[in-house]
């Protein structure tokens, strides 16, 4: 292995490991469990909205690899809900319409996971941004890159309006 692939499995390790305020924009409490951390499944707690745990109401300081794990599975049960809404409201208006037509209808009319409108409007009230780097490095500033797509919603989110290495500002800072 080359010295530049090992500098760069380095720099993505440490990177991993940056701590990232994300917040839960839902009314209900998110768990993530993580068995990776140690001898036993580590459970974390990302509160909901209403509910303050010492970061802010729904905030909670995670590394970034759990931070974009709870990300995106909270867009995506989000888009979800929002879908099964909108199928229930179009089975509800055509449910004298044969299968065939309300099935079309369907399918043109019921967001998807991976429409990346929502991703982009979701993830920056989600993913908050870096609280600290890992090793106490200084937090760079950002870097106007140009990225091609990779077809996965959430990594082309994440470049596209630079939130991987977003600084996080509180709210309300502390006196």
């Known amino acids: 292995m080359s010295q530049l692939s090992k500098d760069d499995a380095r720099r993505r390790r440490s990177e991993s490991l940056d701590t990232i305020a994300v917040k839960n924009i839902t009314s209900e409490d998110f768990i993530l469990w993580y068995d990776k951390l140690g001898p036993s499944r580590t459970r974390v707690l990302v509160p909901k909205a209403q509910k ?8 909670n300081h995670l590394p970034r690899y759990m931070a974009k794990r709870f990300t995106e599975s909270l867009i ?3 888009i ?3 879908a099964d809404a909108q199928l229930k409201k179009i089975r509800d208006e055509n449910r004298r319409m044969l299968k ?6 369907e399918k043109n009319n019921v967001v998807r996971t991976n429409d990346q409108t929502m991703w982009e409007e979701l993830a920056p009230k989600i993913f908050l941004g870096v609280v600290e780097k890992y090793g106490g490095d200084d937090i760079p500033d950002p870097l106007e ?3 091609p797509e990779s077809g996965n919603p959430m990594t082309d989110t994440m470049k596209k309006i630079d939130l991987g290495n977003k600084v996080y500002e509180p709210e309300t800072k502390s006196p």
């Open 80 to 82: 979800n809900k929002e």
């Open 100 to 105: 065939d037509e309300r099935l079309e209808i």
């Open 52 to 59: 303050d745990i010492g970061h802010g109401k729904g905030i």
């Open 145 to 147: 890159v140009k990225v």
């Open 76 to 78: 995506i049960q989000i």
